[in-house]
């Protein structure tokens, strides 16, 4: 439904976005992932219909964005990162003016008002005035706004920005919902918030796509050594740095002082597991050992890993 192909989008000199590729099916939720000024905001703009591409293709539901703009907005509910909301309007005025300007007339926008009213839980701030609403609150009007005309395509900007943590929770299972019978792109800097929510993850980097699937797959692919992570009671420090030379496949990353002993973490290649030899060396040398626990690398890990901005 959203195919994007070899797309550029320049402002003057600088490349915003530098000829990414991706497509979207419908029923897909999508995490779009970027540092500040990596292109993400740019990229979901273009989409929108809000800025024009410098060069390349885009075509969403079969309509290409140079010829039909307008027609592909119909299809599209759009909340970007600075929610436009009008804070001295109440809820359901701002709900009807939107629907009028979205073409909703008086005898559609009572169903088209109920639906987002149910779905986006505003009922008990219906007649409220919009400044005077959670920030919670104001996000679900911005989705509301944005869903008010029941597009098959929702692009979210940091949808989750400024939440408190039971707000997440609540956005979270919202758009879940929604990506039952739409396709969803969003972006969010909480990563942690992206792998709960989203199907697919797409990462972009100085204007580039750098990652592209599942957080599973994303994780498996860019998989570097295993970090494992020790307590030892017994033994000294010089002791414990003769661990790298005992054991070829084995790099110490620190050795710290704790309560009951040492803590070190040491990384070595999945191949080459020598937890058991670890074990019995430990043994062996009459040490205790408190704790031997795998670190496993997560969506964080990967993106920093492939947002660096020294690489």
Not at 40 to 56: A, D, N, Q, R, V
Not at 71 to 81: D, M, S, T
Not at 129 to 151: E, T, W
Request: aromatic content about 6%.
């Amino acid at each position: 439904m959203i195919e994007i192909k070899n797309l550029y989008k320049n402002y003057g000199n600088v490349k915003a976005v530098q000829g990414i590729d991706f497509s979207i099916k419908g029923g897909e939720i999508v995490g779009f992932l970027g540092s500040n000024g990596a292109g993400k905001s740019t990229t979901l703009k273009i989409l929108s219909g809000y800025l024009s591409p410098t060069s390349g293709q885009v075509s969403i539901d079969g309509l290409n964005i140079n010829n039909h703009s307008h027609e592909i907005k119909k299809i599209i509910g759009y909340l970007p990162e600075s929610n436009p909301l009008y804070y001295e309007m109440m809820v359901y005025d701002l709900l009807k003016f939107t629907a009028n300007i979205r073409g909703i007339n008086s005898h559609d926008f009572k169903d088209s008002l109920d639906k987002v009213v149910e779905r986006c839980g505003l009922k008990g701030v219906l007649h409220k005035n919009i400044g005077s609403c959670s920030k919670g609150y104001k996000q679900r009007v911005g989705l509301a706004c944005a869903m008010i005309h029941d597009p098959k395509i929702l692009i979210l900007d940091e949808p989750v920005t400024g939440l408190d943590p039971n707000q997440i929770v609540e956005i979270r299972e919202l758009i879940k919902n929604l990506g039952k019978e739409k396709l969803v792109l969003m972006s969010s800097h909480i990563l942690q918030e992206i792998e709960a929510t989203v199907d697919r993850i797409i990462i972009i980097d100085k204007g580039r796509i750098v990652a592209d699937g599942s957080t599973k797959k994303l994780i498996k692919k860019n998989k570097g050594n295993i970090n494992l992570y020790l307590e030892i009671t017994g033994a000294k420090k010089e002791e414990l740095k003769r661990i790298e030379t005992t054991f070829e496949n084995v790099k110490i990353e620190n050795i710290k002082k704790v309560k009951k002993g040492y803590s070190l973490n040491i990384s070595y290649d999945e191949k080459n597991d020598p937890r058991t030899d670890l074990f019995n060396h430990i043994v062996k040398s009459k040490w205790g050992l408190l704790e031997m626990t795998p670190q496993s690398e997560n969506l964080e890990d990967i993106f920093r890993k492939l947002t660096n901005t020294n690489n």
